[in-house]
């Protein structure tokens, strides 16, 4: 069943089984305010069981450019198109947060985005790969982020 994140109230609902939930709730909640300030969209997830499309074109995505395989399992995910880009988050019980921006024209930005919710340590896959830079939310304390760009068509 899908679940409307509420960024003003934010709650675990969803991801209870995270040793860092309430920082994770509060990265999850810090993406639903971007998108409903920026593009009017109503950001709502599913349990990872109801998103298998959603986590299968990121983790394919994930794969196919940089051979990375995400050790975490997920718990929550969601796909949908604002404006002329198509998007994908994938939330993880570790804490970690994955999404993919893919503009469809041609020519677009396109990029994968990994953030960290506060608290949790960079998963070993990602450790030797990536810097992540650090930005402070009021939802979401301090988050660490990094990203790379899509070269191929997916």
Do not use: C
Request: hydrophobic share 40%; charged share 25%.
């Amino acid at each position: 069943m899908p679940y409307v994140v509420d960024f003003e109230t934010v709650s675990t609902v969803g991801l209870e089984s995270s040793p860092v939930a309430a920082a994770l709730a509060g990265l999850r909640a810090n993406e639903a305010r971007y998108f409903k300030n920026k593009y009017d969209h109503t950001f709502t997830v599913e349990p990872a069981s109801a998103a298998a499309a959603a986590i299968d074109w990121v983790h394919g995505i994930l794969k196919e450019e940089r051979d990375i395989v995400i050790a975490s399992r997920p718990l929550e995910a969601t796909a949908f198109q604002v404006e002329n880009i198509r998007m994908a988050y994938v939330f993880y019980e570790s804490g970690l947060s994955i999404n993919v921006m893919y503009t469809v024209d041609d020519g677009g930005k396109r990029a994968v985005g990994f953030k960290l919710s506060e608290g949790m340590d960079i998963p070993a896959e990602l450790e030797s790969r990536f810097k992540f830079a650090r930005q402070r939310s009021k939802l979401a304390g301090t988050i660490r982020g990094s990203y790379f760009t899509i070269k191929n068509e997916h």
